[in-house]
């Protein structure tokens, strides 16, 4: 059968996005439905026999009947994938793209709006240009810092500079969720720096994000895995990150990752409580305000194509 699909990206974080309903008509009479969907995001992620991207979000509006078991009125689902198939519970670049794809295909004319992802309310801020989104701002909400709500095992109940040993080497990491579990590694100009390796000029090696992150992300002290961002401070409210991304790998951007960057930073005394974060993709606006204790991105949403494809028997 076939199935539409939209191509976009958050700084180049980049995911295939479907309308939910026609995913739910299409998997009515299959028996194993949670088995298909994996199957189908696997193949559709694939860059080289598939669309290509980070993963698959299906996009659902949420009847008022469900008010109740959510607490309020929600606006939109967001069902989120990893290119290996496995569920995830927040992207914040995904979360722009999603308000993108529901106001410029006219599900909705509002400007603020509401979207849930595993249970988890996100609040939306979008600025429209020529009748289309350009940007969001996402209410992100609270950073979580204790150990075992991140999930990760510590004897401490915040890992804040806390040690890591990992492949022979020890690295001081801090720990945050923000609706996903995050280790912020900070490190220093000669440490895993080499020659630019894109065309950005972003100076973090490569072998060091791929090497270490990969063994980071299945590290036995995270037993839901963790996303592993690699960061260098470059001034007071400026840094740079690379990220390797659970069920992923590196990816050009992470927003929840880099949210949780700049809650790193600030917790380590190394930034201003609002810092731009560059990434391989683009730049993105970190604010935490802590008498709230909210923490806000503002970032771009762009489409990139759309298309059709087979979802196979």
């Not at 469900?66 to 290996?84: I, Q, R, T």
């Not at 700049?262 to 810092?275: D, F, H, K, M, Y």
């Amino acid at each position: 059968m076939e199935l539409e699909f939209t191509k976009m990206h958050g700084c180049g974080n980049d995911y295939i996005y479907v309308d939910g309903r026609k995913m739910t008509e299409i998997l009515q009479n299959n028996a194993d439905k949670g088995k298909k969907k994996a199957e189908l995001v696997r193949r559709l992620s694939d860059r080289h026999f598939g669309v290509g991207g980070d993963g698959v979000i299906f996009i659902h509006p949420v009847p008022e009947s469900m008010a109740g078991e959510l607490g309020e009125p929600v606006d939109f689902e967001m069902e989120m994938y990893n290119a290996d198939g496995s569920r995830a519970e927040m992207c914040g670049n995904g979360i722009r793209c999603v308000a993108k794809y529901v106001y410029d295909k006219g599900w909705t004319d509002k400007r603020n709006i509401s979207v849930v992802s595993c249970g988890k309310i996100k609040y939306l801020e979008l600025y429209v240009e020529n009748g289309k989104v350009a940007s969001v701002k996402v209410n992100m909400g609270e950073p979580v810092l204790k150990a075992a709500d991140i999930p990760v095992i510590s004897d401490r109940e915040e890992v804040i500079g806390g040690e890591l040993e990992v492949d022979g080497k020890t690295f001081k990491m801090t720990c945050v969720s923000m609706g996903n579990p995050h280790a912020v590694i900070f490190v220093e100009d000669g440490h895993i720096l080499t020659e630019p390796d894109n065309e950005a000029g972003d100076a973090f090696g490569k072998d060091m994000v791929e090497g270490i992150g990969s063994l980071i992300e299945k590290h036995p002290r995270f037993p839901k895995k963790t996303n592993v961002e690699f960061v260098n401070v470059l001034d007071r409210k400026t840094v740079q990150m690379r990220v390797w991304e659970r069920g992923t790998g590196e990816t050009f951007a992470c927003g929840t990752g880099a949210c949780a960057t700049a809650v790193a930073c600030i917790l380590n005394g190394l930034t201003e409580e609002e810092v731009t974060v560059k990434l391989l993709g683009g730049e993105l606006n970190i604010a935490w305000d802590r008498e709230k204790n909210v923490v806000f991105m503002t970032g771009p949403a762009e489409t990139v194509f759309e298309g059709v494809t087979d979802t196979g028997k």
